[in-house]
């Protein structure tokens, strides 16, 4: 992405479309949030936790607020406590992005995953993957909602577009 504003756009409807999956996660038990289930994370809440430490990890690496330690799943018994990390998240991603600019968004970030291996990305890039990679998961979680028999909604990107534009 190469523009500020696009990737504003891009975690405004992720953040609308988390919310939305968070209001009929209600639905779950506290037992049923964490039980086992499938995939690759084993539960909703495993997943969940997965997808917001890329986030954090990801806005680490650009440069925003510094995430620490991997999150611990067993830290978040709660829907409750997760969707309260995931807002403290979602300000500093927005505080973040506010401080770019469409240049900023071009800067390039070495890392690695496991010491050896060296990646590059831009800024940019790295927000754009993290926002697409959460998408991966809200996508896995509504299967896994399903396979508890709840049913998940539509959180696609069309229904975002449709209801802000006639709400904004």
């Not at 209600?26 to 039980?35: G, I, W």
């Not at 754009?128 to 979680?141: D, L, M, N, S, Y």
Request: glycine residues 10%; charged residues 20%.
């Amino acid at each position: 992405m190469r523009r500020v504003a696009d990737l504003q756009r891009l975690y405004d409807y992720s953040y609308w479309a988390n919310r939305k999956l968070f209001l009929v996660m209600q639905q779950l038990t506290p037992e049923q949030f964490v039980q086992p289930v499938a995939g690759s994370y084993g539960s909703i809440r495993n997943t969940l936790v997965h997808s917001l430490r890329a986030e954090w990890g990801w806005l680490d690496r650009a440069g925003g607020p510094a995430r620490g330690p991997k999150l611990d799943a067993e830290k978040y018994p709660t829907l409750e406590s997760l969707v309260a990390e995931w807002r403290k998240v979602e300000g500093y991603l927005r505080g973040f992005l506010a401080g770019q600019s469409d240049a900023s968004l071009a800067r390039v970030v070495e890392f690695s995953f496991d010491g050896v291996t060296r990646y590059s990305l831009t800024v940019g890039e790295m927000l754009q993957h993290a926002a697409v990679h959460g998408a991966h998961h809200r996508g896995q979680v509504a299967l896994l909602l399903r396979m508890l028999g709840v049913v998940p909604g539509n959180f696609d990107l069309l229904f975002y577009c449709a209801e802000t534009r006639n709400n904004g």
